[in-house]
């Protein structure tokens, strides 16, 4: 089956435009989340998304940063105002259950790059 | 607030010789997962391991599950090139959330062939 998908795989962009990111989970799984890896870093915790609960914001890292998610499917991560120190890897992951002890599958990610 | 350290950084081995990865959180954890990260790819769940003293293999991977639950270690035998990667472990938030994980910085491991 397919894995979670991730658009586009990567983004180069001027300081200053808005872009947007695109996940599409794992059908059927109810779990979402997003992550940011700067380079040879780990995983940045950034937005959850369970069903149709109100998401846990908590890792966005400005109010440049927003997330939706329609439908209960697919999600899209919104940077406006880009700065070069949001240049990093946006990864998207989905589970089957909003749990921590339940497996992430994670997509390719999107490779931004601020000029 | 909760850490999820992670040591060796980087491990760098000949091909053949064995290789471990050590994860030590502040907290106890419930559980605790591993991921591996090929280079330029996107991290794979390997394993999760929920017991004290739990001890599990996949071929020539040895995962480990400390008795306290705030530790574990990854160990691969012989290695090979195709383990080149950084290898993550990951535990639950503590505080509140039960559906977050806290990762550890990784540990990259390249091999020699």
């Known amino acids: 089956g397919a894995g979670v998908s991730q658009s586009p795989s990567n983004k180069v962009t001027e300081k200053g435009k808005d872009v947007e990111l695109r996940c599409d989970p794992i059908?059927?799984?109810?779990?979402l989340y997003w992550y940011r890896q700067s380079l040879g870093q780990g995983l940045e915790f950034l937005i959850y998304f369970q069903g149709n609960s109100a998401p846990d914001k908590s890792g966005l890292p400005s109010d440049r940063f927003s997330a939706e998610r329609t439908g209960g499917s697919v999600s899209t991560l919104t940077i406006q105002r880009t700065q070069q120190e949001d240049s990093a890897v946006y990864l998207c992951a989905s589970s089957s259950q909003g749990s921590a002890n339940q497996p992430q599958h994670f997509g390719d990610g999107t490779r931004l790059s601020i000029l | 607030g909760q850490q999820v350290m992670q040591i060796p950084q980087y491990q760098h081995v000949q091909e053949g010789e064995d290789f471990t990865t050590y994860c030590n959180s502040s907290?106890?954890?419930?559980?605790i997962q591993w991921y591996k990260q090929r280079p330029g790819g996107h991290p794979v769940f390997l394993i999760q391991l929920v017991k004290s003293g739990e001890v599990k293999k996949q071929k020539r991977l040895t995962f480990q599950f400390g008795e306290a639950k705030k530790n574990s270690s990854l160990h691969i035998t012989a290695t090979q090139t195709t383990d080149v990667g950084t290898y993550f472990c990951a535990g639950p938030r503590s505080g509140g959330s039960n559906y977050k994980l806290t990762f550890g910085k990784g540990t990259l491991l390249t091999v020699n062939p």
């Open positions: 059908s059927g799984h109810t779990a």
């Open positions: 907290t106890t954890l419930s559980n």
